[in-house]
């Protein structure tokens, strides 16, 4: 039960202080005093009620656009992450595909010139293939 007044007294200070803002947002421009013309003259004639109107406005501009997170969130985190798409998207075609489909031609172009080459013994194509199969492994772990 304690633990229930504890969370009850914070969750409800929230709600009234929320309450108070919006009170002060759409609230009577006047005092609860409509009567009293003493109480009236100094809520409607006071200099610091132009810089509260003033911080009233930017507040409520500011609460009005969400405090200005979607804008933040578009440029930050959708625009941001389609430049990086855009930026793998070219590195994945252009390099990781070039390199396999370079991979695939030399394999191709290599194959055709070994066909010419070989005259139908094994042993001929045991000694290309493992030829190139050391200049592979020279060249590219090296």
């Known amino acids: 039960s304690y633990e229930f007044i504890t969370n009850a007294i914070s969750s409800v200070s929230i709600a009234i202080f929320g309450l108070f803002i919006a009170y002060s947002f759409y609230g009577s421009a006047y005092s609860f005093f409509q009567n009293l013309d003493l ?29 200005y997170i979607d804008i933040f969130y578009t440029r930050v985190f959708t625009l941001g992450i389609r430049g ?16 396999t489909n370079g991979v695939g031609l030399a394999s191709f172009c290599i194959g055709e010139e070994i066909k010419y080459v070989g005259g139908g013994r094994i042993s001929s194509y045991l000694f290309f293939f493992l030829c190139y199969v050391s200049m592979f492994l020279f060249f590219f772990l090296s």
């Open 84 to 99: 990086l798409t855009e930026l793998t998207e070219f590195f994945d075609k252009g390099v990781i595909d070039g390199i």
């Open 39 to 67: 109480i009236n003259s100094f809520v409607k004639g006071s200099s610091k009620k132009y810089f509260f109107d003033l911080a009233k406005k930017k507040i409520y501009s500011w609460s009005y656009n969400r405090g």
